[in-house]
């Protein structure tokens, strides 16, 4: 970021959201993706359960009341997601320590985490810079991180789109990559060629 780059997001998954009056803390498990129109399937539903899972049991060690919602349709423009909601009451002074534990999600990095996490080190060919990394926002009330996903590195005269998907099992090649084409969207519709 300097004055010949730049770069733009367009998602809003939330990896944390802190009340410092409340102390609630929020977070969601977010999975799977289809075109609005189509019904999910075995292949989204397991996709998601992981994500919430891994959440769950992250939360149950620094909160004994821990609200968790149903799982339900988060639509992002084109697009539509699995989503559960989780809201604890936690201790400020853990705040930095859920959110290096959440970091990164099994949506982005996948399960187990350091294998994962290696694994993608050494074989993913082209670096993430900012993408799937979070993004801060303190006010004098709340703290908000967001994950960095569909998002772009703006040069002068170029673009540079990142965009992911999860891969399980259950993938198939040209579906995923159709995916991102369709996650690309949400950054891609907000450029104009001036
Ligand atoms: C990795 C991305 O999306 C994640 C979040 C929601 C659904 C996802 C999926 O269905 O693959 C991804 O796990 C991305 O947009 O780059």
């Excluded at 359960?49 to 939360?59: Q, S």
């Excluded at 690309?184 to 001036?194: H, M, P, T, W």
Aim: proline share 4%; hydrophobic share 35%.
């Amino acid at each position: 970021m300097n004055d010949r780059q730049s770069w733009m997001g367009a998602f809003s998954e939330v990896l944390g959201k802190f009340s410092k009056k409340t102390h609630e803390f929020e977070t969601m498990s977010l999975a799977g993706t289809l075109p609005v129109s189509e019904s999910w399937s075995e292949k989204e539903i397991e996709e998601q359960k992981p994500v919430t899972r891994y959440i769950r049991n992250i939360l149950k060690n620094y909160s004994e009341n821990i609200d968790e919602s149903g799982t339900y349709d988060h639509i992002s423009g084109n697009i539509k997601h699995l989503r559960t909601d989780f809201k604890a009451k936690i201790r400020t002074e853990d705040l930095d320590a859920i959110i290096q534990e959440l970091h990164p999600t099994p949506a982005v990095c996948g399960m187990p985490k350091e294998f994962c996490k290696e694994s993608i080190q050494k074989l993913e060919k082209f670096p993430r810079e900012l993408y799937a990394g979070y993004i801060k926002i303190e006010t004098e009330d709340t703290v908000h991180y967001f994950v960095n996903l569909r998002c772009a590195k703006l040069y002068q005269n170029a673009v540079h789109v990142f965009v992911g998907g999860g891969i399980t099992a259950q993938s198939n090649p040209e579906k995923e990559w159709t995916e991102t084409e369709l996650k690309s969207e949400a950054v891609v519709k907000n450029l104009v060629v001036l």
